[in-house]
C-alpha cells in the first residue's frame, strides 16, 4: 500500500489557508487514493509558523485555523508519524551538507527512514537531493499522485 508524508503546502488547505490549485487538486486525488496517508508534529510547527505571518497582516481566519487543526487531529484519514532520533540525525547531516530548511530536513529523513513517499512542492530540496545525490524516489510530486 501507497504510504504518503506530506509536506506542510498539503496541510494549510486543511486549515483554511490556500496553497493553490495544484494543491487543491492533488489532496483531491490523495483523497480518492487507498493510501495511507501521514503528517508530522512538523508539519503542524510549519503550519503555525505561516498561521503567525498571516495574523500579523490580519488575514488568518483563526476560528477556521482551529477547527482545522481539531479536525486534522481528529481524523481517521491522517496519521500522525513519530520521529525517532535517526531521523534528527540524519536531518541534521543534510543541514551540515548545505540544506538550510530544517522542516523539509525532517520531513525527508522521516519519508526516507520510515519507507513513505514525500509528497512536497519544494524544488529545492529536490535539487539540493539531485546535487548531492541523494534518494530521490522518497520524494512525489503532484503530478505523480495517480488515482489506482
Do not use: C, Q
Request: charged share 25%; no cysteine; aromatic share 10%.
Amino acid at each position: 500500500m501507497l504510504r504518503i508524508l506530506l509536506d506542510t503546502s498539503f496541510i494549510l488547505p486543511m486549515l483554511g489557508i490556500d496553497t493553490g490549485a495544484i494543491v487543491r487538486k492533488t489532496l483531491k486525488k490523495i483523497n480518492d487514493l487507498s493510501a495511507e496517508i501521514y503528517y508530522s508534529h512538523f508539519n503542524i510547527l510549519e503550519a503555525i509558523w505561516v498561521s503567525i505571518k498571516l495574523i500579523r497582516k490580519g488575514s488568518l481566519d483563526v476560528d477556521r485555523f482551529s477547527r482545522g487543526l481539531r479536525s486534522i487531529y481528529a481524523s481517521n484519514r491522517l496519521m500522525i508519524i513519530d520521529e525517532d532520533p535517526f531521523i534528527f540525525e540524519y536531518a541534521l547531516k543534510l543541514y551540515m551538507m548545505g540544506h538550510r530548511d530544517m522542516i523539509d530536513n525532517i520531513l525527508y529523513s522521516t519519508a526516507l527512514h520510515k519507507g513513505l513517499k514525500f509528497l512536497t512542492l519544494d524544488e529545492e530540496l529536490i535539487e539540493f537531493i539531485k546535487s548531492k545525490g541523494l534518494n530521490r524516489d522518497v520524494i512525489i510530486l503532484p503530478k505523480d499522485v495517480n488515482i489506482k
